[in-house]
Every structure is written in structure tokens, then in C-alpha cells.
T-cell receptor, first 117, second 116 residues
């Protein structure tokens, strides 16, 4: 099955700095990679996702890059703000017809991001 | 639109007692997921339903866990009997998924279970 490794486990930055979180995956069949943000005691919320037919996707201060050959993808947050402080999870799954792996998100271990004012 | 609803939000029970969690997915979502989230970890899939059919329950400990999704809408996850190691947050998620695609999974607030 799929295995997703996420680094770093904790990340502390100053407001305005950039933050980068990296994930690697093991199953070359995985082709959909979402990122979720989870604030303390709250539900995970999708912030951005990428499919394997593109190498980069950007949404305002958030971007995700994907390297299929190396099987890794990264989340980039620019101009960080205190409200960006949360736990961030990457995930991977396989889109495609059939198979029990379809739609099954495998999550990384999470990164605790702290943005200091 | 209303999000995924779960109840109860918190549950404290003694070991060996039964417990049940309820989930109401987003209206129109045909796929429903139950995840287990241990403290400091990412969610792990327990079971996935497409409509009323459980299409992936390979990670569900079937000796004590059971789930149902009658009529393809609401779902209930049950543990009987609960063990100390079952203390965790149980998350429900839903999506509208067509064959060959993976739509965004929307999560509920979760039920935090404490087994004493």
C-alpha cells in the first residue's frame, strides 16, 4: 500500500517569512495529492490539491509543487501570518476506475506550523 | 451549504462498554469515509462507503468495530467492547465521487473518544 512521509514534524517561522513542508510517497500509481490544514480541535480542511498532470499549482499565498519522478511534493506558504499556525497534512491517493485504493487517502504524519508575530 | 455533521462531539466511557458515533454527510455526497485520528498523527481510513456499499473496510478491526450506512445517507460507527487503545478522534468525511475521479473529501468535526 501507499506510504507517505512528511517533514518537518514542527516548523517555526517569523511572520512574513516563507514556510515549506515536504512529503514523499511510495506508490507510483498515486496521482492526486491534497493538503489539509487542521487547527486545534477542529476539522481538517482542504487548502490546495494537485493532480499528477501538472507540476505546480498556486492559490494566492499557497503553492504546491509535484515531482513525479522523485515521488515528492511540497507545500509552500509565502508571507506567513499568525493565522497560518496549524497542523498541515499532506495526503496521496490514486484516481482511477476500480480497486480498493481508489479514493483512499493516505496521510502524512503532519507538520505543526507556528508563525510568530 | 451545511457541512458534515457528527455526534456526539465528545464521549467518555469505561473500557468494555459499547459506543456509537453518528455521521450525516453533505447533502448529495455519495461517498462516506470513517477515519481514526490518534493524537499527533494523520487520519487513517477505517471504512469507505459508496452509497450504501462498503467498498473498502480492510482497515476496520472487525472483531469489535462495525459500521452501517442505511439508505446511503447517514452512517453509524460502533465499537463493542471499547478498549483503552480506542481513545482517539473519529472523523467522518464525505465526497461526491464519480467512477475514475477523486473529489474533495470534506471532514466533519470529529468525535473525541476517551476510554477509561
Amino acid at each position: 500500500g501507499e506510504n507517505v512521509e512528511q517533514h518537518p514534524s514542527t516548523l517555526s517561522v517569523q511572520e512574513g517569512d516563507s514556510a515549506v513542508i515536504k512529503c514523499t510517497y511510495s506508490d507510483s500509481a498515486s496521482n492526486y495529492f491534497p493538503w489539509y490544514k487542521q487547527e486545534l480541535g477542529k476539522r481538517p480542511q482542504l487548502i490546495i490539491d494537485i493532480r499528477s498532470n501538472v507540476g505546480e499549482k498556486k492559490d494566492q499565498r499557497i503553492a504546491v509543487t509535484l515531482n513525479k519522478t522523485a515521488k515528492h511534493f511540497s507545500l509552500h506558504i509565502t508571507e506567513t501570518q499568525p493565522e497560518d499556525s496549524a497542523v498541515y497534512f499532506c495526503a496521496a491517493t490514486q484516481e482511477g476506475a476500480g480497486g480498493t485504493s481508489y479514493g483512499k487517502l493516505t496521510f502524512g504524519q503532519g507538520t505543526i506550523l507556528t508563525v510568530h508575530p | 451549504e451545511a457541512g458534515v455533521v457528527q455526534s456526539p462531539r465528545y464521549k467518555i466511557i469505561e473500557k468494555k462498554q459499547p459506543v456509537a458515533f453518528w455521521c450525516n454527510p453533505i447533502s448529495g455526497h455519495n461517498t462516506l469515509y470513517w477515519y481514526l485520528q490518534n493524537l499527533g498523527q494523520g487520519p487513517e481510513l477505517l471504512i469507505r462507503y459508496e452509497n450504501e456499499e462498503a467498498v473498502d473496510d480492510s482497515q476496520l478491526p472487525k472483531d469489535r468495530f462495525s459500521a452501517e450506512r442505511l439508505k446511503g445517507v447517514d452512517s453509524t460507527l460502533k465499537i463493542q467492547p471499547a478498549e483503552l487503545g480506542d481513545s482517539a478522534v473519529y472523523l467522518c468525511a464525505s465526497s461526491f465521487s464519480l467512477a475514475g475521479t477523486t473529489d474533495t473529501q470534506y471532514f466533519g468535526p470529529g468525535t473525541r473518544l476517551t476510554v477509561l
